[in-house]
């Protein structure tokens, strides 16, 4: 990854897969600072790859790449959001699992709506997401956890 093209590409390929929605995942980023994220990530991946020497920067597989692209990307994201907004930040954290609104079809519960979530930590002080949800046709109130990737 060491000409002007190959890095604009990744930085234009990383922000269109992460700032649209897909088969994949639903963009985390909130569209008005995408422009601000796509700007702070970009000079922190041009920054990065200066400092490499160039043994290091051939060494580097356009995977390494991609991930230490999507890390500047995320953490700028978190950089710009409003830290009282803590369910945006687990949505930053987490862009794969089920958000506020999102429509759960449960074996036992039915069709339920996610209306909260949550970090929580068990005893051994491993985080795991709890999700609180509400059946649509009974309106129960039930909860699910998730342990959280590492």
Not at 12 to 31: H, I, K, L
Request: with cysteine; charged share 30%; hydrophobic share 40%.
């Amino acid at each position: 990854m060491e000409d002007f093209e190959t890095n604009h590409a990744l930085v234009e390929v990383g922000c269109a897969y992460w700032f649209n929605d897909n088969d994949e995942v639903r963009s985390p980023f909130p569209v008005e600072i995408q422009s601000e994220v796509k700007r702070r990530a970009q000079k922190e991946i041009l920054d990065f790859l200066a400092s490499l020497t160039e043994q290091d920067a051939k060494a580097m597989s356009d995977d390494e790449m991609v991930s230490i692209f999507e890390g500047f990307l995320f953490a700028e994201g978190l950089k710009l959001i409003d830290q009282d907004d803590q369910d945006l930040a687990l949505t930053l954290n987490f862009p794969f699992l089920p958000r506020v609104g999102d429509l759960v079809n449960n074996e036992t519960k039915g069709e339920s709506c996610v209306i909260e979530r949550r970090i929580e930590a068990k005893e051994d002080n491993k985080p795991f997401m709890v999700v609180v949800l509400q059946a649509i046709e009974s309106k129960e109130i039930w909860q699910t956890e998730f342990m959280l990737p590492a």
